[in-house]
């Protein structure tokens, strides 16, 4: 047995990815204080009814998933660490057309609860239809980034992209309280920002520009999954 662990240790990729775990912890870390911290202000400082309408809307974008081609994130992955670095790129962007049935979706949403005269929500779920075949997708930079088992760097961009959305969704309750499609826009419209950013630094640093041709088929399996 002394042996056999031995020799899982001493492959290259075990040790690599329990050398990353502390940069793993950081990501969860931040994500799980910065969102509890969020959720908290929401429900006990920011203006009535914003928190049970963010609850909302974020539940949608979560539950439409499915719509983004969610098991593309699996398979760009795996595509980048077999050395088809530009299948990212290729991925992100099929993802993102595939997820324009996702904003289809939200857009019959407001229009449901623009006739039933709720228009705070109808306007949130159009700010999510209008980011939502960018939202999942644009995370595609964490993807390449495990793939490539850059930890520390994965986790340095997504602690940042988690509370850059938060303080803008802050700072969009104080300046216009009681409206929650502006929340939405600065939470989707930051994640778009910076999220986008990311992929351009990490479209700069693909080294191997091959295809993955089990990218597309791989993700179609997950997404059944």
Not at 46 to 71: D, H, P, Q, R
Not at 145 to 160: C, I, K, V
Not at 166 to 181: F, S
Not at 193 to 200: D, E, P, T, V, W
Request: net charge positive; with cysteine; charged share 15%.
């Amino acid at each position: 047995m002394k042996a056999r662990i031995q020799g899982i240790w001493k492959h290259g990729d075990v040790r690599h990815l329990v050398g990353g775990g502390r940069y793993k912890l950081l990501k969860t870390g931040t994500e799980l204080l910065a969102g509890f911290g969020f959720t908290w202000y929401l429900a006990n400082l920011a203006s009535a009814g914003v928190f049970e309408e963010f609850v909302y809307l974020t539940s949608m974008l979560s539950m439409l998933s499915i719509c983004a081609y969610v098991g593309m994130d699996d398979s760009m992955t795996r595509s980048v660490a077999r050395g088809f670095e530009s299948s990212f790129r290729r991925g992100m962007v099929f993802a993102s057309k595939i997820a324009l049935s996702g904003s289809l979706i939200l857009v019959l949403f407001a229009a449901y609860y623009g006739y039933l005269g709720q228009g705070n929500r109808a306007a949130g779920l159009l700010v999510c239809a209008l980011f939502f075949p960018v939202f999942r997708p644009l995370q595609a930079f964490n993807l390449f980034l495990n793939g490539r088992q850059e930890f520390s760097r994965e986790a340095q961009y997504q602690s940042a992209l988690i509370v850059t959305r938060i303080g803008a969704g802050v700072l969009a309750t104080l300046l216009l309280p009681g409206v929650v499609w502006t929340v939405m826009l600065a939470y989707l419209g930051s994640h778009f920002i910076l999220a986008g950013y990311f992929c351009m630094r990490c479209q700069r640093d693909v080294v191997k520009g091959d295809d993955d041709p089990e990218l597309i088929g791989y993700g179609a399996f997950g997404t059944l999954v």
